[in-house]
């Protein structure tokens, strides 16, 4: 872990938003991240997608994730911002510019300032009242229902807005800097109001890995629930807008046990079918087949077949003959 830090210091803030702790010594990631009870495959989703500038294949990633365990870390960064980063840089940059009566260039930025961190926290409660209850109710098995002659929501058509927010948000952060940097009075503090500047650029980046972040990982992540949650709704699994029938083997299960279905899953793994010939011999849907291999991986934190395979055979799930080599 402490060399992951060492290669790239913005690790730090996800460390912190996921609640791990400094001084985890010489522990892996693994270790780190369970010594704090953070998901380990979600927090590398969330390290491979800052490190590789969201390069890397989304889908692939959000297969991996915990749709809890994301929104927990997302929430904990709007606290972040909101509450500590926001109100840090307001009181720099009233430090760094004259703020008496006669300059009237110094108030106006720091109306402008204030109007962009109420556009931040608009956005923000926003997906707080509006996303994660959304994803919430997603999680304990229910679809919103539909109003009038309105469809239910989906999580795209509530995004909607939330994704044009995140572009004002940067147009707004842009012209604040602009500002400054052409207009405030040549006799400032250059130096106080330099680093001033430079917090404002850091936390802009920031806001900006996060609100991708929301658009691409947290925003598949939340279709293949909702294709989860209607295929088992569809099944008869849950019913929509009450609580789920059985929750031991579905993503939204806390327990670390693999439940009889999962074991199912790995067996059938193991012999080297397909996620449509699980699905058919299973008489579920392929998404659902997904979901359990996602909630295997979680628990055993194990991802590949042939790991699978070691794990079926030590734990009594298979003999060695029916494994396909």
Request: net charge negative.
């Amino acid at each position: 872990m402490s060399d992951l830090i060492h290669d790239d210091y913005r690790l730090l803030q996800v460390i912190s938003r996921f609640g791990v702790s400094l001084g985890f010594g010489d522990q892996t990631v693994e270790a780190a991240c369970k010594a704090s009870g953070v998901d380990t495959a979600t927090f590398l989703a969330v390290v491979n997608f800052i490190q590789n500038e969201g390069h890397l294949s989304v889908d692939e990633l959000a297969e991996e994730v915990s749709v809890t365990e994301l929104m927990r870390y997302l929430q904990r960064s709007h606290s972040y911002f909101l509450d500590f980063r926001l109100p840090a840089i307001r009181r720099k940059l009233i430090e760094s510019i004259d703020c008496s009566a006669k300059n009237q260039i110094a108030f106006l930025i720091l109306r402008f300032y204030d109007e962009y961190a109420a556009e931040v926290q608009r956005h923000m409660e926003y997906e707080n009242t509006h996303i994660h209850t959304y994803v919430q109710q997603l999680l304990e098995g229910k679809l919103p229902p539909a109003r009038g002659t309105q469809s239910a929501a989906t999580y795209s058509v509530l995004a909607h807005q939330h994704h044009d927010n995140h572009a004002s948000l940067t147009k707004s952060g842009h012209e604040l800097k602009s500002i400054i940097i052409k207009y405030y009075p040549s006799d400032s503090d250059t130096q106080r109001l330099a680093d001033t500047l430079m917090d404002i650029y850091i936390m802009e980046e920031d806001l900006f890995s996060h609100c991708r972040l929301e658009d691409s990982l947290f925003a598949e992540s939340v279709r293949l629930l909702e294709v989860e949650v209607k295929a088992k709704i569809q099944e008869g699994g849950f019913t929509a807008n009450a609580s789920p029938k059985v929750q031991a083997d579905s993503e939204m299960s806390g327990s670390d046990e693999l439940s009889e279905r999962e074991k199912e899953v790995i067996c059938h793994v193991v012999r080297g079918l397909s996620n449509k010939e699980i699905a058919e011999k299973m008489f579920i849907s392929a998404n659902t087949v997904m979901t359990h291999r996602r909630n295997i991986a979680r628990k055993t934190q194990i991802h590949s077949p042939a790991g699978l395979t070691i794990y079926a055979i030590v734990n009594g799930l298979i003999n060695l003959e029916e494994v396909k080599l």
